[in-house]
């Protein structure tokens, strides 16, 4: 015996909406489902969290690694940051002591590297404060692009370079606000009257 299950064809369409835009000094319209694109920007959010997490936890749970190593064996003397003004910057990072404190870079910037990282991935998954941590996380590849010239097999691009873009669209597009803890911070009795008398903590949210 065959079951027939009859689906109302409105349930079976996706709200669509349109965007128009300005880009680069020409007017731009497209349609976006609203559905689709809902999926797609959590999903992003949610693998560039945990790509951050698991490069970040990694580090922490491993008591031998450090941030010399990489500065010291991994940039090579054709980095254009190599010889800056007569100046090796990563060296610097790798061996310099901070203005005499008898502390060294690289004991401050190995914690920053292994919880830098793995905060901004719990801040993604989790959907707080997202485009504070997308801000950082951005901040982080770039440092790491600019250590990994001259490019294997690329000019201009590689992954972190990627991920710059990546979390640029994470923040732009509030992603924090799709089923993460954003929008229920902005909405919160406790939260949402310091949001509204300083709106610039806002900037901090999505």
Do not use: C
């Not at 079951?3 to 976006?32: C, H, I, Q």
């Not at 250590?147 to 732009?172: K, N």
């Not at 939260?191 to 901090?204: C, E, G, I, V």
């Amino acid at each position: 015996m065959e079951l027939a299950v009859y689906v109302p064809f409105e349930a079976l369409r996706m709200t669509t909406r349109e965007l128009d835009a300005e880009l680069f000094g020409r007017a731009v319209s497209f349609r976006y489902s609203e559905t689709w694109i809902g999926y797609s920007l959590l999903s992003l959010r949610l693998i560039m969290g945990w790509t951050f997490f698991y490069a970040g936890i990694t580090k922490v749970l491993n008591p031998e690694w450090s941030v010399r190593g990489f500065l010291t064996y991994s940039i090579g003397p054709e980095n254009p940051l190599s010889n800056l003004a007569g100046y090796n910057i990563w060296d610097i990072m790798a061996t310099g002591e901070i203005l005499g404190t008898g502390l060294y870079w690289y004991q401050l910037l190995t914690p920053l590297n292994q919880l830098g990282l793995t905060l901004v991935g719990l801040a993604l998954i989790a959907g707080a404060f997202v485009r504070f941590s997308a801000f950082w996380g951005a901040l982080m590849m770039t440092f790491y692009w600019l250590a990994a010239f001259p490019l294997e097999g690329s000019v201009l691009i590689d992954f972190h370079f990627v991920y710059v873009l990546l979390l640029f669209g994470i923040g732009a597009f509030g992603t924090g606000r799709i089923l993460g803890l954003d929008a229920i911070i902005e909405e919160h009795p406790v939260t949402k009257p310091y949001l509204d008398r300083y709106p610039w903590l806002n900037l901090f949210l999505g």
